[in-house]
C-alpha cells in the first residue's frame, strides 16, 4: 500500500514539474511573439511616417507655390506688392511645414522606442535626414525674411549663396542633379536598411 503510496505522489510531482515545464515554455513563447508584434508595428510605423515625411519634404520644394493666402485688410502686407507676395510665400510654407512637422513628430516617439530595442544605429540615420530637413527649413526662413518688406535686417547674399539656397529649396527635375533630394533618398535608404530586416522576419 505504501509502495502506491509513493507511487502517486511521484506521479503528481512530475505532473507539477511537467506544468511548470510547459508553462515556462509557453510563457518564453508568448514573450517572444509579444516582442515581435511590438518590434513589427514599430517598424511599420516608422517606415509609413519617413515616407509621410519624405512626401512632406518634396512638398516643401515644389517651386510652384498655390498654398499661400492673401493677407487680412489689417495686415501691415495689405495693399503692397512686396509685401503680399511675401505673406503669400510665408501662409504657403507654413502650411506645407505643417505636414513636416506632423510626419516628424510621430516619429519622434517611436525613434526613442527603437533604441530600447536595437540601440542608436537608426537614432544616428534619422539625425542625418534631421540634419538635411534643418538645412531646408534655415534656408526657407532666411529667404523670407530676405523678401520680407517690413524687416529690419538687410541681409545680402553672393551670387553663389542664392545658386545654394534654390538648390536647397526649389526641386530640380532632372534626378540626377538634384544634390539635395539625392541626399535626402540616401538617408532614407540608409534608414530603410535598419529597418526592413526586422518587417522581413514576419513574412
Known amino acids: 500500500m505504501n509502495c502506491f503510496v509513493i507511487i502517486k505522489e511521484i506521479l503528481i510531482a512530475l505532473a507539477a514539474l511537467i506544468g511548470s515545464v510547459v508553462a515556462i515554455a509557453g510563457l518564453t ?10 518590434t ?4 511599420r510605423r516608422l517606415l509609413t511616417n519617413t515616407y509621410l515625411l519624405r512626401e ?14 492673401k493677407p487680412p485688410n489689417d495686415s501691415p502686407y495689405y495693399n503692397d506688392t512686396k509685401g503680399e ?16 512637422d506632423d510626419a516628424k513628430s510621430k516619429l519622434n516617439s517611436d525613434i ?13 540615420a534619422y539625425d542625418e535626414l534631421f540634419k538635411l530637413l534643418n538645412k531646408l527649413s534655415v534656408g526657407i526662413q532666411m ?36 544634390e539635395f533630394e539625392n541626399q535626402v533618398n540616401n538617408s532614407i535608404t540608409k534608414i530603410e536598411s535598419l529597418i526592413r530586416p526586422h518587417l522581413d522576419k514576419f513574412k
Not at 507676395?85 to 513636416?100: A, C, D, H, S, W
Open 29 to 38: 513563447i508568448w514573450r517572444k511573439q509579444l516582442k515581435g508584434k511590438v
Open 40 to 43: 513589427f508595428e514599430l517598424s
Open 56 to 69: 512632406a519634404i518634396k512638398s516643401v520644394r515644389n517651386p510652384l507655390m498655390y498654398e499661400g493666402k
Open 85 to 100: 507676395n511675401y505673406y503669400f510665400q510665408l501662409t504657403g510654407y507654413e502650411i506645407r511645414f505643417k505636414y513636416v
Open 112 to 124: 526613442l522606442e527603437s533604441e530600447v530595442f536595437w540601440g542608436k544605429d537608426l537614432k544616428n
Open 143 to 178: 529667404f523670407l525674411e530676405r523678401n520680407n518688406p517690413k524687416s529690419i535686417h538687410d541681409i545680402q547674399y553672393s551670387k553663389q549663396q542664392l545658386l545654394e539656397e534654390k538648390n536647397i529649396m526649389y526641386k530640380i527635375y532632372d534626378d540626377s542633379k538634384d
